[in-house]
């Protein structure tokens, strides 16, 4: 649990630092008169700004919620409710995160191609979810073990002959 934690803070303060850099670093830049982003009355760029900060802000708790591993005491009952809980958030956040930040980098694509190849986006857009998808596929039935194991039935609960937990 230890290193999943680790590993997984190392990946969501990466998200959060590419994150930030992002939301400075606007698509376009900025009018030298105004000092107003370019692209600010298009709607593909609302949709950057959104996407932005909610991975950025789901980044940032998926980390909290692997600290807050790292940092537990680590007593029996912690590993009842406690860690798998975190764990279970950790892992959700940072699909979560993982997820905005492709779209973060497809409504760039958009906005930078618009103009002269509307047709790259969508191919693009598509290769750019498939390290989400992977993620998913790799870390949801280690998240549906977690969920099951915490929140399921334990030993003590098995069904009898009609099908009712004792």
Same mark, same amino acid.
Not at 12 to 35: C, E, K, R, V
Not at 107 to 135: C, H, Q
Not at 142 to 159: C, R
């Given at each position: 649990?230890?290193?999943? %934690?680790?590993?997984?803070?190392? /990946?969501?303060?990466?998200? %959060?630092?590419?994150? @930030? $850099?992002?939301? @400075?670093?606007?698509? *376009?830049?900025?009018?030298?008169?105004?000092?107003? =982003?370019? @692209?600010?009355?298009?709607?593909?760029?609302? %949709?950057?700004?959104?996407?932005?900060?909610? $991975?950025? @802000?789901?980044?940032? $708790?998926?980390?909290?919620?692997?600290? *807050?591993?790292?940092?537990?005491?680590?007593?029996?009952?912690?590993?009842?409710?406690? #860690?798998?809980?975190? +764990?279970?958030?950790?892992?959700?956040?940072?699909?979560?995160?993982?997820?905005?930040?492709?779209?973060?980098?497809? /409504? %760039? +694509?958009?906005?930078? #191609?618009?103009?002269?190849?509307?047709?790259?986006?969508? =191919?693009?857009?598509?290769?750019? $979810?498939? =390290?989400?998808?992977?993620?998913?596929?790799?870390?949801? =039935?280690? +998240? /549906?073990?977690?969920? #099951?194991?915490?929140? *399921?039935?334990?030993?003590?609960?098995?069904?009898?002959?009609?099908?009712?937990?004792?």
């Amino acid at each position: 649990m230890k290193e999943t %934690a680790t590993s997984c803070t190392v /990946v969501a303060a990466l998200i %959060a630092t590419i994150m @930030f $850099s992002a939301l @400075f670093t606007l698509p *376009g830049g900025f009018d030298q008169y105004t000092g107003l =982003p370019i @692209f600010l009355h298009r709607s593909s760029f609302i %949709a950057y700004i959104v996407s932005d900060a909610v $991975s950025l @802000f789901s980044s940032t $708790s998926s980390m909290l919620m692997f600290l *807050g591993m790292l940092t537990s005491r680590y007593r029996e009952e912690d590993f009842l409710r406690s #860690l798998p809980m975190k +764990l279970i958030i950790g892992l959700s956040t940072l699909f979560f995160s993982m997820a905005t930040m492709m779209m973060t980098f497809g /409504v %760039a +694509l958009m906005i930078f #191609l618009k103009e002269r190849f509307d047709w790259v986006s969508f =191919p693009i857009m598509l290769l750019a $979810s498939v =390290p989400v998808t992977l993620f998913a596929l790799l870390q949801f =039935p280690l +998240l /549906v073990d977690i969920f #099951l194991s915490t929140y *399921g039935p334990g030993i003590f609960d098995k069904p009898n002959k009609r099908g009712r937990f004792l």
